[in-house]
């Protein structure tokens, strides 16, 4: 029900509803505004874990609350788990968006191809000299 509200406002009322005082924020019920402070905590949570070491290295975040990021982002994840479905309805994907065919797992297969490849190739010794192996020679040679 709370995501109900979330998923048949347009983004633009969302938007304005996620955390700013924006003029769509007023018409937002309350469990529907959890929802979407959820959601925007998940896409900010998201970029500092991903830019986590710039981050600490430019004192904008502590060790110990770099180190609490990805748990609390799980936590989070977890508490929007339930509004997963009507998420996505509010943003109108059809079928055809949540069953691209990278989705079906033919990305696995063509990786699990390219492995059985490499190894073969390996096997029959026609795989191709990697830049590290020449220098380790040239230095035994040496």
């Known amino acids: 029900p709370a995501a109900a509200g979330a998923a048949g406002g347009s983004a633009g009322a969302g938007s304005a509803g996620a955390g700013s005082a924006g003029a769509g924020s007023a018409a ?3 469990a529907t505004r959890a929802v979407l402070t959820t959601v925007r ?3 900010g949570l998201a970029a500092i874990e991903r830019n986590l070491d710039w981050y600490l290295l430019n004192g904008r975040l502590s ?3 770099g180190r609490l990021v990805g748990a609390y982002l799980d936590r989070l994840l977890t508490r929007l788990a339930p509004h997963a479905q009507a998420l996505v309805d ?3 994907l059809e079928a055809e968006h949540l069953r691209a065919e990278i989705a079906t797992g033919v990305e ?7 492995r059985r490849w490499r190894a073969a190739e390996q096997a029959a010794g026609r795989e191709p000299i990697t830049e590290k192996a ?5 230095r035994a040679v040496s």
């Open 28 to 30: 937002l019920d309350p």
């Open 41 to 43: 905590d998940v896409v």
């Open 63 to 65: 060790v110990q609350r």
């Open 90 to 92: 509010g943003f109108g």
């Open 108 to 114: 696995g297969g063509r990786q699990d191809e390219a």
């Open 134 to 138: 020449i220098k380790d020679r040239t």
